[in-house]
């Protein structure tokens, strides 16, 4: 299996405050990627990346920021979470030469903001 | 831009029983197929991919999926499902160059005893 962690794996807080999600990989693969899934929606892009500060928005990037400071690890972050963020979060990576199609994910985060 | 429709939400089947889950797409370039499956509280997993080549593709746990261009479908189907098949299973289509990749919304396939 592909070595992805994502932490918190879930998280409650409230509506204004910032929250932060790390996806970490052991594999050094180029590409990452952060989904939403929500019931009725199945996955969306958020924010991917393809290389080491090198970031670009997805579908539903709108509310949320990214950064890349090493290989293995990929931030999602809410500046001021809003309850239609709540949603479980996951984080995928590509093979490499396989560009983009994310082939293994995280176990998610659940994030519930009141 | 592409898009992919997954026609049933939630498909229960008896055990041992054959069951096909419906997936088309809608694309005005050459395009990639995928299924995934995701089982309760993790991630999802590559069950298999159409690039080019034969139409039928065969994945992980038994499952295939043959590439219809003409119908614009990509169907998974399963001979004799077990319990353990029950999962969300996701199609998704990206286009050749690599720059768009879209999931379907799912179905939920229960399997019964």
């Known amino acids: 299996d592909a070595g992805i962690t994502q932490s918190p794996r879930h998280k409650v807080t409230e509506t204004g405050t910032p929250v932060t999600l790390r996806c970490h990989q052991t594999?050094?693969?180029?590409?990452m990627y952060w989904y939403r899934q929500d019931p009725g929606h199945g996955l969306r892009l958020i924010h991917y990346s393809y290389g080491v500060k090198d970031t670009d928005k997805g579908e539903v990037s709108d509310g949320y920021s990214v950064s890349r400071s090493k290989t293995e690890d990929f931030l999602l972050t809410l500046e001021s979470a809003t309850s239609s963020q709540t949603s479980v979060y996951f984080c995928a990576i590509s093979e490499p030469g396989q560009g983009f199609q994310p082939q293994h994910f995280g176990d998610g985060t659940r994030l519930s903001i009141l | 831009a592409q898009s992919v429709t997954q026609l049933d939400s939630q498909v229960p089947v008896f055990e041992e029983a054959p069951v096909e889950l419906r997936c088309n797409y809608s694309s005005s370039v050459s395009v990639y197929l995928f299924w995934y499956v995701q089982y309760p509280n993790q991630g999802l997993q590559l069950l298999l991919k159409?690039?080019?080549?034969?139409?039928l593709v065969k994945g992980i746990n038994g499952f295939e999926a043959e590439f219809n261009k003409s119908q614009t479908s990509f169907h998974l189907r399963k001979p004799s499902v077990h319990i353990s098949d029950t999962a969300e299973y996701f199609c998704a289509v990206s286009d050749t160059a690599g720059n768009q990749f879209y999931f379907g919304t799912g179905t939920s396939l229960t399997v019964i005893p």
């Open positions: 159409y690039l080019s080549g034969s139409t």
């Open positions: 594999e050094n693969h180029r590409y």
